[in-house]
């Protein structure tokens, strides 16, 4: 397992249904040392905190093994690391192994995985299409992120090590199906809401999802 990319971006204005939104889905590709700090990377900044960053979802992890699909599926061979705003382009840790909870050390800084991502209308202005969203749902790529547990220096290139496995809690694409409507599995919610990591709002999303089932 290595990390293939390390990508920073700070807010920019973008034109939307004549409107100016401001966005940090656009990142680059840096080379050598980047502090890892508890709510972001140096040289990266989350454009709406609202919805974006705080700590649970300091850094975005995606998987370099679907790019070449992405390539494919979007004719788009041009498709470079950070496309999807991700933070960490990884490879090796894929979303159907790894789970809601586990410890991932990079470098000298330390994680833990939270939850999936949760595309929202910016992932479209990236693309420059709307149906980006729909794919990116029913496909099951989320990518996840990552709470900062110790902070410290990564590099494009660094080994990483899962350090701390959790459990049975369920793995990333188990979360991302379960939320986005693509499973209904009673057992899977029970699951989900005993992962002690398991990010507030998410929790209480499958508190209300059990009640009613």
Known sequence: ??????????????D???TVVFTSIWKTSVSGPVRVRALNLDGDEQSDLSVHGGADKAVYAYPA???????SDLH????????FGENLTTEGLIESEVRIGDRIRIGSAEFVVTQPRLPCFKLGLRFGRD???????????????????QEGLIEAGNAMEVIARAGDNPTVAEMSALRNGLVD???????ALAAPTLTPGWREHFRRRLEDA
């Open 1 to 14: 397992m290595k990390l293939v990319s390390v990508n920073v971006g700070r807010p920019r204005p973008v």
């Open 16 to 18: 939307w249904n004549d």
């Open 65 to 71: 093994e679907h790019y070449p699909d992405w390539r």
């Open 76 to 83: 788009r061979p041009d498709l470079v690391w950070a496309s």
């Open 131 to 149: 149906d980006i969203i729909r794919r990116f749902v029913i496909r099951n790529r989320a990518g996840f992120y990552l709470r900062v547990l």
């Open 185 to 191: 599995d009673p057992d899977l919610l029970r699951r």
